[in-house]
């Protein structure tokens, strides 16, 4: 009676689709490792790039400085960004993914155009192409507010 319910329980787990009429021992198992969420390390390398950029244009360093301090976005803001965007784009998030990349390639490209300036020049370019910039955020925002406050 007892070899009949372990076969009736094997039979019941097969039929589930539990087992597949595989031995345990034979089974593939699939684990996923954990990944951190890659937004600090973006969020700090954007807060950096801002500061750098904010001192150039509210004078806070000389315009002649203009040329090292976006060297340092290129050097340590842009990189830090599309790190950040790889891993979130690993880690499926693809809000996060899609926000982080734009943002290294933004800073990419704010820092080659200053770079080509004379010093303290101003580019109707370079305002139109973070004019655009910000309306794409804008709507990443948007569906971002409802899973990820913070981040939208």
């Known amino acids: 009676m007892a070899a009949h319910s372990t076969d009736s329980r094997r039979g019941d787990e097969d039929a589930a689709g539990l087992n597949d009429g595989v031995a345990p021992a034979q089974l593939t198992r699939i684990m996923l490792r954990p990944m951190a969420s890659s937004l600090p390390l973006g969020f700090l390398a954007f807060g950096t790039g801002t500061i750098l950029l904010t001192a150039l244009e509210l004078q806070w360093a000389p315009p002649a400085q203009g040329r090292s301090l976006m060297i340092m976005v290129l050097a340590f803001v842009v ?74």
Request: net charge positive; aromatic share 6%; charged share 5%.
């Open 79 to 152: 990189p830090l960004e599309a790190l950040a965007g790889i891993f979130a784009f690993l880690a499926r998030d693809s809000g996060a993914a899609t926000a982080l990349s734009l943002l290294s390639a933004a800073w990419a490209a704010t820092a080659l155009t200053v770079l080509g300036l004379a010093p303290g020049a101003v580019s109707i370019s370079l305002g139109i192409f973070l004019l655009t910039l910000a309306a794409m955020m804008l709507v990443l925002s948007a569906g971002a507010l409802r899973s990820k406050p913070l981040f939208g």
